[in-house]
């Protein structure tokens, strides 16, 4: 599950992606489909449950230890992935120096990057905004001629939501577009006891699987398509072979659905369409993932229980 989010623009694009992961051995939706608006707003209630403790443990570190890293490295120039609503950008901003320095937020949708600008803009009036709209999952995730050095900054464990040969490509993309003076901060959830990873995404008022299914309800409103969201159940659990929590609605009726301009899909009584993955690191799995994108750790910062990881990367020597 990502930190922050926004829905990806509807077109041509969407209904083709849709069509085709629906159309898989293993039917899937990809999660950027989740956050409308409503699933914004769920997921902002999600990252406050006793049960789901990313956010509030990323933040905790990050207020730790952020001036520390900055202060080593005098960024000109901050550059975050998936930025979405920019909440924690601010402990960083916050530790760079005020001269001089630059901003570039990088998501999927421009009109949500202008909002997360003007008002970080407002707050900090002697910053240079550069809004970059790009799919990271797909295309260059660091824009050219950036200020030197950098950092580029991936939090929210939203690493997790892509397999190792999608997460492995979007590090090397990152990779390219840095010096041996920058710096890379990822944030990863880690491996920890299934009981404590499952309450996760499966909190005991339900908003998890609240917004689980919304995903439907988007594809509804956005597609046009006739999924009866009722027919559906959230369904999360942790594949310990695959180091991941799988996110899926399983279909308590088998049904047919309609979506214009594609087609029919068929899904059976007890299929499942997967809605999410949210890969679970250690140190033994982060360094060889880093070594293939040419990047190696700098420094591995945990909390108290082990249970989250802040890492900052260079490039590999």
């Given at each position: 599950?990502r930190?922050?989010?926004?829905l990806?623009s509807v077109?041509d694009?969407?209904l083709?992606?849709?069509w085709a992961?629906?159309?898989?051995p293993q039917?899937?939706l990809s999660p950027?489909y989740?956050?409308d608006?409503r699933?914004?707003?769920l997921?902002?209630e999600?990252?406050?449950?006793?049960e789901?403790?990313?956010t509030?443990?990323?933040?905790?570190?990050?207020?730790a230890?952020a001036?520390?890293?900055?202060a080593?490295?005098?960024?000109?120039?901050?550059?975050?992935?998936?930025?979405?609503?920019?909440?924690?950008?601010?402990?960083l901003l916050d530790?760079?120096?005020?001269?001089g320095?630059?901003?570039?937020?990088?998501d999927?949708?421009?009109?949500?990057?202008?909002?997360?600008a003007?008002?970080?803009?407002s707050?900090?009036?002697?910053?240079?905004?550069?809004c970059?709209?790009?799919?990271?999952?797909?295309?260059?995730?660091v824009?050219?001629?950036m200020?030197?050095p950098?950092?580029i900054a991936f939090l929210?464990s939203?690493?997790?939501?892509?397999?190792?040969?999608?997460?492995?490509?979007?590090l090397?993309?990152?990779?390219?577009?840095?010096?041996s003076d920058?710096?890379?901060?990822?944030?990863?959830d880690?491996?920890?006891?299934?009981?404590?990873?499952e309450?996760?995404y499966?909190?005991?008022?339900g908003?998890?699987?609240e917004f689980?299914?919304?995903?439907?309800?988007v594809?509804n409103r956005?597609?046009?398509?006739d999924f009866d969201?009722?027919?559906?159940a959230?369904?999360?659990?942790f594949?310990?072979?695959a180091?991941?929590i799988?996110?899926?609605?399983?279909?308590?009726?088998?049904?047919?659905v309609?979506?214009p301009?594609?087609?029919?899909i068929?899904?059976?009584?007890g299929e499942?369409?997967?809605?999410?993955?949210?890969?679970?690191y250690?140190r033994?799995?982060v360094?060889?993932?880093?070594a293939?994108?040419g990047?190696e750790?700098a420094s591995?910062?945990?909390?108290?229980?082990?249970w989250?990881?802040?890492t900052?990367?260079?490039?590999?020597?």
């Open positions: 599950m930190d922050d989010g926004v990806a077109g694009d969407m083709t992606d849709v992961s629906l159309n898989r039917k899937e950027k989740f956050y608006e699933g914004s707003q997921f902002d999600i990252t406050r449950l006793p789901y403790y990313p509030r443990t990323e933040r905790m570190l990050l207020k230890h001036k520390e890293w900055l080593a490295q005098k960024p000109r120039a901050l550059i975050e992935l998936g930025a979405g609503s920019a909440d924690k950008t601010r402990i530790a760079m120096p005020r001269e320095s630059w901003y570039i937020p990088i999927i949708s421009m009109t949500y990057l202008v909002e997360v003007s008002n970080i803009g707050e900090y009036p002697h910053l240079r905004i550069l970059v709209e790009s799919d990271i999952s797909r295309g260059p995730v824009p050219p001629d200020p030197k950098s950092v929210g939203t690493i997790g939501n892509f397999d190792p040969r999608s997460a492995a490509r979007l090397s993309r990152v990779r390219r577009a840095m010096t920058d710096r890379f901060i990822l944030g990863v880690l491996v920890k006891e299934t009981r404590v990873l309450a996760a499966n909190d005991s008022r908003v998890t699987a689980n299914l919304n995903v439907l309800r594809l956005e597609l046009g398509a969201v009722r027919s559906f959230h369904h999360a659990f594949n310990r072979a180091s991941r799988e996110m899926h609605l399983l279909a308590k009726q088998s049904q047919v309609m979506i301009g594609a087609g029919e068929t899904v059976e009584e499942s369409i997967r809605t999410e993955i949210s890969c679970k250690t033994a799995s360094e060889p993932m880093f293939g994108a990047l750790i591995w910062t945990t909390d108290a229980s082990g989250y990881a802040l900052t990367a260079r490039l590999r020597k």
